[in-house]
Nanobody, 118 residues
Framework: VQLQASGGGLVQPGGSLRLSCAASGIIFSMYGMHWYRQAPGKQRELVAGITRGGSTNYADSVKGRFTISRDNAKKTLYLQMNSLEPEDTALYYC?????????????WGQGTLVTVSS
């Protein structure tokens, strides 16, 4: 299983970035998908999630600015980030999880760094 996150970089406050997470080795459409982030010195936090049915949820701090989406045909998860703030600076990870009714399958990508700075 591989979750390859990309799209991070340096952006000025107020700017935008689009993160992608390409999955392989899993039946992507069966998994709930999430973006987490971890800022220096802070705990990892959930940014956004999308169920296999397409329902979404967001952390209060990103509501109205970030949009999570998925393309099951391309096995890819996205995070569109607008109106970025310095507080959004973090390492962003994608996560895939699936509960079979007996076992939980949980996978993580390697992270992509987002730096918001002028």
């Amino acid at each position: 299983v591989q979750l390859q996150a990309s799209g991070g970089g340096l952006v000025q406050p107020g700017g935008s970035l689009r993160l992608s997470c390409a999955a392989s080795g899993i039946i992507f459409s069966m998994y709930g998908m999430h973006w987490y982030r971890q800022a220096p010195g802070k705990q990892r936090e959930l940014v956004a999630g999308i169920t296999r049915g397409g329902s979404t949820n967001y952390a209060d701090s990103v509501k109205g600015r970030f949009t999570i989406s998925r393309d099951n045909a391309k096995k890819t998860l996205y995070l569109q980030m607008n109106s970025l703030e310095p507080e959004d600076t973090a390492l962003y990870y994608c996560n895939a999880d699936y509960y079979s009714g007996r076992y939980t399958y949980d996978y993580w990508g390697q992270g992509t760094l987002v730096t918001v700075s002028s």
